[in-house]
C-alpha cells in the first residue's frame, strides 16, 4: 500500500539503506524535490549510490552531491560541470541500454526516484515528461519513491500504477525547464543544408538545441510530417501549430508523434497534456531496431564534436573534456541511414574555440562514438558530405569540402596521404 508523505517530512532512512544504488527519473523529468531531499539526508545514510541520464536542474554540484556517488551517461546539460570537476563517473552507453541493463541487474536499482502526474480516475499515473527507462526501474527496485507533482501534464503513453509506487511525495511545483537555444548565423546555415533532406511525409527524429529548432522552422512549408524521436522540444509545438505535423503517411503509428522525453518549456507541457496526438514510450520502443526498420522517410539528426577524415564521429569527449554522451545516437544514425527515402544527418559547426579549431579533423579529439561505417551524412554551414558507400579517399575528399576554409589546406594534406595509402 502506498505511503503518503510530505516533502517536508520525508525521512529517506526509512526506506534506503547504506549501500543502496539509486535511479533517477532524468531530464525534465528529474524528481527534483527527491534530489534536494537525497542532497541534505544522504550522508547519513551512507554509501550511496546515483545513476542520472541527464540533468538540467542545476542541483548537483561536486558540493552538494558529495553525499553519493553519481553516475551518468555522459555529461550532458548541467553535468558538464559535475564531469569537469572529476565528479561524475561517466558509463559508456547507449541510452537505449538502460533499461535492459536495469532489468538484468547489471546496473543495480535498489531504489528508484521518479516524477510522475497525479492519478487519473483508473488510479494510474502519467509518466509525464519522461518515459525511456522508468518504468524498468520502478519495476526493478526494492522501494519506488514517486514525486507526484500537480504541474506535470498527464500525456499519453507510459503510466505507472499506483500499486507501484511505495511512496507518494505530494509537490506542486514548476517541473525542470530548458528554454530554447539561441539561433547564430552558422545555426541557420546548417540547419538550410539539413532541410534539404527533409521532403513532404519526412519522419524526424532530432534532438534538442539551436540546430534542431533552427531546422524545424524551415520545415513549415512541408507537408505530412511525422516525428519519431528519443526527445523532443519546444519545437514541435511550432511544426503541430503550422498544421505540417500530422504524422499521416507514417507506416506505423498514424497520427501520433512518437517521443521518449520532452525538454522544453510550459509551452510544450502544456500542449502536450491530455494530447491525443503524441504518445511516450520507452527506449523499447523509440530506440528498436524493429520498430525503425518500419519507417519510411526517417530521416535522422545528431550532433558531433568533431568528425574525422575517415568520418568517425566524437561526440563525448574534446582532449581532456568530457563535454557530451553517447544518448541514442548509434540507434538512430544506423536506422535513418538504412531507411527508404530517409537520411541520417551527422550535424556540427566547422570550428570551435571562436573559429581557432577545426571540428573536420585528421584524427579525432575524443573517442568514436559513431563507427565510420555507419555514418551517412556529415553537415556543417559550408555543405553536406555524403559519405556512404564511399572509399576512404573520396571520404576525405568530400569532408575537406565542408571544412572551413581556413582549415582545407592543412586537411588536403592528409586527404592526399589516405588517398596515397588507399586508407
Not at 36 to 41: F, V, Y
Request: hydrophobic share 45%.
Amino acid at each position: 500500500m502506498t505511503e503518503t508523505v510530505l516533502p517536508d517530512t520525508l525521512d529517506l532512512s526509512k526506506y534506503l539503506r547504506r549501500g543502496d544504488r539509486i535511479v533517477f527519473g532524468q531530464a525534465c523529468g528529474e524528481p527534483t524535490t527527491l534530489v534536494e531531499a537525497l542532497i541534505g539526508q544522504g550522508a547519513a545514510i551512507g554509501d550511496l549510490g546515483a545513476f542520472i541520464a541527464t540533468s538540467f536542474s542545476g542541483l548537483f554540484t561536486p558540493e552538494t552531491a558529495s553525499a553519493f556517488r553519481l553516475s551518468s551517461m555522459g555529461a550532458i546539460g548541467a553535468l558538464r560541470a559535475m564531469a569537469r570537476a572529476h565528479a561524475l563517473e561517466v558509463i559508456p552507453l547507449h541510452v537505449s541500454q538502460i533499461a535492459p541493463l536495469i532489468e538484468s541487474g547489471v546496473m543495480p536499482c535498489d531504489a528508484a526516484m521518479i516524477q510522475v502526474s497525479p492519478a487519473d480516475a483508473q488510479g494510474n499515473h502519467s509518466c509525464g515528461l519522461i518515459s525511456d527507462y522508468v518504468r524498468a526501474a520502478a519495476s526493478k527496485a526494492r522501494v519506488v519513491i514517486a514525486e507526484v507533482n500537480e504541474q506535470v501534464p498527464r500525456v499519453p503513453g507510459e503510466t505507472i500504477p499506483a500499486s507501484a509506487i511505495d511512496v507518494a511525495v505530494k509537490v506542486s511545483r514548476a517541473p525542470v525547464e530548458v528554454p530554447p537555444a539561441k539561433i547564430g548565423p552558422v545555426d541557420e546555415a546548417i540547419a538550410r543544408n539539413c532541410a534539404e533532406y527533409i521532403g513532404d511525409g519526412s519522419v524526424i527524429q532530432t534532438g534538442v538545441g539551436a540546430v534542431p529548432d533552427a531546422i524545424l522552422r524551415l520545415l513549415r512549408d512541408r507537408r505530412d510530417l511525422g516525428v519519431h524521436s528519443g526527445m523532443l522540444g519546444d519545437g514541435l509545438v511550432d511544426l503541430a501549430e503550422a498544421g505540417v505535423l500530422t504524422n499521416a503517411r507514417k507506416e506505423i503509428d498514424r497520427g501520433v508523434s512518437i517521443n521518449g522525453a520532452l525538454i522544453g518549456t510550459r509551452r510544450l507541457y502544456d500542449w502536450a497534456h491530455d494530447n491525443p496526438a503524441i504518445r511516450m514510450t520507452p527506449t523499447s520502443y523509440t530506440h528498436d531496431a524493429s520498430v525503425l526498420a518500419r519507417l519510411s522517410r526517417l530521416v535522422t539528426i545528431n550532433s558531433a564534436l568533431d568528425v574525422d577524415l575517415t568520418g568517425q564521429v566524437n561526440a563525448e569527449q574534446s582532449g581532456m573534456a568530457y563535454l557530451g554522451g553517447t544518448g541514442g545516437q548509434v540507434d538512430f544514425v544506423r536506422a535513418g541511414a538504412r531507411s527508404p527515402g530517409g537520411a541520417s544527418l551527422t550535424v556540427l559547426a566547422s570550428t570551435a574555440r571562436g573559429g581557432s579549431v577545426s571540428r573536420i579533423v585528421p584524427a579525432l579529439s575524443g573517442p568514436v562514438t559513431t563507427a565510420r561505417s555507419e555514418v551517412d551524412v556529415v553537415v556543417t554551414e559550408y555543405g553536406a558530405a555524403e559519405l556512404k558507400g564511399q572509399s576512404l579517399a573520396q571520404r576525405a575528399r568530400r569532408l575537406v569540402r565542408i571544412a572551413h576554409p581556413d582549415f582545407r589546406e592543412e586537411l588536403e594534406r592528409t586527404a592526399f596521404e589516405i588517398a596515397k595509402r588507399g586508407f
